[in-house]
């Protein structure tokens, strides 16, 4: 079946140590979104990519960097400079121009330990 | 700027009862609106869509929305609520320019047996 793959689901970052999150897509996509979810805020939009090799940032990229090698592949890198990083990290694709949804993954709870 | 309002942080609706949950958005031009559920520690599952034509819009496991041009509201409402039905709901806006879609905070839905 169709879908998205995060990994992975349960992720623990140690101070000062940067880490990646998986986002892969077999759905041919041509649009990836990652979103950063908290209690009682939302979604908020970290940075998405629209064609692959180009990427752009969100309204909170900071600390944040990703990648965008091959169409299937989005991965989220969160750095040491990302200050409150504990959140559930969600990504998501969509098939580009037009008047589609989104598709979810299932997400990645990343805590700081 | 696009945006999306939820007044309601919660929502409880008896079990049989008509439940409806509250959106408001803010978009240049004409809007796709769109609602998500959200189950625990899972990623967003779209419910139903408005793009254009007819004001009300039916989605999925019986819910339905409707879009009110001149209230700049998108309702999402169920004749008879359901307890499985209990899960956190987001209302989410983009414009017709391939933006990135814009979520609300959400509202959590508790349907009381």
């Known amino acids: 079946d169709g879908g998205i793959t995060q990994s992975p689901k349960y992720l623990f970052r140690k101070e000062g140590q940067n880490v990646t999150l998986s986002c892969e897509q077999n759905?041919?996509?041509?649009?990836m979104y990652w979103y950063r979810q908290d209690p009682g805020q939302g979604l908020r939009l970290i940075y998405y990519?629209?064609?692959?090799?180009?990427?752009q940032k969100g309204d909170i990229a900071e600390g944040y960097s990703v990648s965008r090698e091959k169409k299937e592949s989005f991965p989220l890198t969160v750095t040491s400079a990302q200050k409150n990083p504990t959140a559930f990290y969600l990504c998501?694709?969509?098939?580009?121009?037009?008047?589609?949804?989104?598709?979810f993954g299932s997400g990645t709870r990343l805590t700081v330990v | 700027a696009q945006s999306v309002a939820q007044p309601e942080d919660q929502v409880n609706v008896a079990e049989g009862n008509p439940l409806t949950v509250k959106c408001t958005y803010s978009v240049s031009g004409n809007p796709y609106l769109f609602w998500y559920v959200q189950y625990p520690n899972r990623g967003l599952q779209f419910l139903l869509k408005?793009?254009?034509?007819?004001?009300l819009v039916k989605g999925s496991y019986g819910f339905e929305a409707e879009f009110n041009k001149s209230q700049t509201s998108f309702h999402l409402k169920k004749p008879s609520a359901l307890v499985s039905d209990s899960a956190l709901y987001f209302c989410a806006v983009r414009d017709t320019r391939n933006t990135p879609l814009v979520f609300g905070k959400g509202t959590r839905l508790s349907v009381i047996a």
């Open positions: 990519s629209q064609i692959v090799n180009d990427f």
């Open positions: 408005y793009i254009t034509g007819d004001n």
């Open positions: 759905l041919n996509h041509d649009a």
């Open positions: 998501a694709s969509t098939p580009g121009q037009g008047n589609y949804g989104y598709t």
